[in-house]
């Protein structure tokens, strides 16, 4: 069984550039989440896909978006950079419904840095 | 929204003393309510979890207990020990709402030796 894994682990964008963080679930999840963990605070909820599709969002503007792709890896998109967006991105995933539908599995993360 | 405050926002026990870390939250809602472990450059690791139908929960050295009218949890550790070290984090989330998990600013546990 393979765990959560993200990429890249790391990277290093300017002001009003865009970015792409990926991720793939663990075996046998077919819901993602991403989260946006700034320094020194708990992560905060971007949005969740199941099916393919957005189901339930943060207070994140659209500039965030997701896809998530029929073997229920996902991506997070987020355009016209600003410094704020420097932080932790965490994909998790779970299982649909039933015992441990809220248990995550976290990934390691993407630290961006926005300059 | 939810809201869920915790405290206190650093802890420093000598190892073998217990550690209790506490969180409050806002939406009457919730019903679920884990708790995470990050050690330092890495993930979010579930240590245990509560669901409102439940008052107390316990595992090995760790226990949460949760006050549904008074809108409070609490993580208790006992007899520390120095890898206990790193972040503590609450959430809270209503089961019905799968991964929207809603999670407290985190506690720096030190355990010294």
């Known amino acids: 069984e393979t765990g959560v894994t993200q990429s890249p682990t790391h990277l290093i964008k300017t002001r009003g550039q865009q970015v792409t963080l990926r991720c793939s679930s663990q075996s046998g999840h077919n819901t993602v989440s991403w989260y946006q963990q700034a320094l020194g605070q708990g992560p905060q909820f971007i949005f969740q896909y199941y099916r393919e599709e957005e189901n339930g969002r943060g207070n994140f503007p659209p500039r965030f978006s997701g896809l998530q792709f029929p073997n229920y890896s996902s991506e997070l998109n987020v355009n016209a950079l600003e410094l704020d967006d420097s932080a932790l991105y965490l994909c998790a995933s779970s299982p649909r419904g039933g015992r441990g539908a809220n248990v995550l599995t976290f990934g390691a993360g993407s630290r961006l840095t926005v300059l | ?113």
């Open chain 2, 1 to 113: 929204g939810e809201n869920v405050e915790q405290h206190p926002s650093t802890l420093s026990v000598q190892e073998g003393d217990s550690a209790v870390i506490k969180c409050t939250y806002s939406d009457s809602a919730s019903n679920y309510f884990p708790w995470y472990k990050q050690e330092l450059g890495k993930r979010p690791q579930l240590i245990i979890d509560i669901r409102s139908n439940v008052g107390e929960k316990k595992d090995q050295r760790i226990a949460v207990t949760l006050n549904k009218t008074a809108k409070h949890f609490s993580l208790h550790i006992t007899e520390t020990q120095p890898e206990d070290s790193a972040v503590y984090f609450c959430a809270a989330s209503m089961w019905e709402y799968g991964n929207k998990l809603v999670f407290g600013a985190g506690t720096i546990l030190r355990v010294k030796s």
